[in-house]
């Protein structure tokens, strides 16, 4: 499980909604997604809660195609920073080199990064089970 500042409040319904609108999605089409007994209404409320019930975070995860961990681990600061370093910038004047139109989309981003980090969890635990057999080799030779 990640960890993270406890002085950064977790919000799972703005991580819902800053999601939904990363795809591009009006809470219609979210509420679509998830079953006939979702309205846009029920969406706009969900994206209020600072903290959801874990089989609707499931729902929801599985409708946006973005693992659960991603709506309970972002907190605002890193969301902020996801997306400013993502956003487009067309609006703006800017050097020709500065590319306003990224190649990559930011929820694959956090996929990958989720993705990675449980790699680098399951390497850890690897060795810590092999140093384990070591070491409990070495004590049967005592």
């Known amino acids: 499980m990640a960890t993270h500042n406890p ?12 999601f939904r ?3 591009g999605w009006k809470q219609e089409g979210l509420a679509d997604e ?12 969900l994206e209020q809660k600072e903290t959801i019930e ?3 975070l499931l729902l929801v995860s599985t409708a946006l195609n973005i693992p659960v961990e991603v709506f309970q681990n972002l907190d605002d600061e890193q969301a902020i920073n996801v997306i400013s370093n993502t956003a487009n910038f067309d609006h703006c004047q800017q050097p020709s080199f500065f590319n306003s139109n990224p190649t990559f989309n930011p929820i694959d ?5 989720h993705d990675e980090k449980i790699a680098l969890y399951e390497r850890m635990l690897k060795e810590k ?8 080799k070495l004590m049967e030779g005592k």
């Open 21 to 23: 609108e990363m795809r």
């Open 54 to 56: 874990p089989e609707i």
């Open 34 to 45: 998830m079953g006939e007994e979702w309205t846009q209404r029920k969406i706009s409320l």
């Open 109 to 113: 981003m956090i996929v990958q990064l």
């Open 129 to 136: 089970e092999e140093m384990i057999a070591r070491l409990e």
């Open 7 to 18: 002085t950064h409040k977790i919000h799972e319904g703005r991580n819902v909604k800053r």
